[in-house]
């Protein structure tokens, strides 16, 4: 099966601005989760989807925000980004979503 | 509150000397551990997971529920060994969990010839 892939890969954006990334989910994973990577917070958590339903949401802005789709791809929106907001975006896909998460190689954000 | 903590930052062997990477954590109820790996220019990965008691790749963890603890262990390391390391947890039950996983900072594992 083929992993899970995100996109774009890189990002440069400029402050004010918004941004949507994407998330292909592996063929037949239907739970989505989403989370930051930054050199000083480490990996946090942003939402977690299952059958189009946000099922948890992690300790953000509103600015974040995300939808999950029919067919389990995802979508995660920045609005009026921050220089803060530049990081590393992890998408990560299980079958259900109290069973193994498997990683995409991440979305790459520069907010100039 | 739900909180791992992986107290170095930097892990530095010789091959061939035994490893343990460690892992606390804090959790009221019962969670769900992992180790996840991640290698120079790939993806996160998951390495084990404590339902499991798996040993992948050399390494084995143990939950020491007493401890709050989940330290992964090698007893000989290899160079393709260096890599990050990052404990995690999941709380709740099957069916019933919520399923994000709540990360430590990693450790960076380096293993010198």
């Known amino acids: 099966k083929a992993g899970v892939t995100q996109t774009p890969r890189y990002l440069i954006k400029t402050r004010g601005q918004q941004v949507t990334l994407s998330c292909s989910p592996i063929?037949?994973?239907?739970?989505v989760s989403w989370y930051q990577q930054t050199p000083g917070q480490g990996l946090q958590f942003l939402f977690e989807?299952?059958?189009?339903?946000?099922?948890n949401k992690g300790n953000f802005p509103g600015r974040f925000s995300g939808r999950q789709f029919s067919n389990s791809r995802s979508e995660m929106n920045v609005s009026t980004l921050e220089l803060g907001d530049s990081a590393l975006y992890l998408c990560?896909?299980?079958?259900?979503?109290?069973?193994?998460?498997?990683f995409g190689p991440g979305t790459r954000l520069l907010v100039l | 509150a739900q909180r791992v903590t992986q107290p170095e930052k930097l892990l530095s062997v010789f091959k061939g000397a035994p490893v343990e990477l460690k892992c606390n954590y804090s959790?009221?109820?019962?969670?769900?551990l992992f180790w996840y790996v991640q290698y120079s220019r790939q993806r996160l990965q998951l390495l084990l997971r404590?339902?499991s008691r798996e040993s992948i790749k050399g390494f084995t963890a143990d939950l020491n529920k007493g401890e709050t603890s989940f330290h992964l262990k090698k007893p000989f390391a290899q160079e393709e060994d260096s890599a990050m390391y990052y404990c995690a947890l999941r709380g709740g039950n099957y069916g019933g969990s919520q399923g994000n996983l709540i990360f430590g900072k990693g450790t960076k594992l380096s293993v010198k010839p």
């Open positions: 404590h339902i």
């Open positions: 959790y009221s109820g019962s969670p769900e």
């Open positions: 989807y299952f059958s189009e339903t946000q099922r």
């Open positions: 990560a896909s299980s079958p259900l979503p109290w069973e193994t998460q498997y």
């Open positions: 063929s037949g994973h239907r739970s």
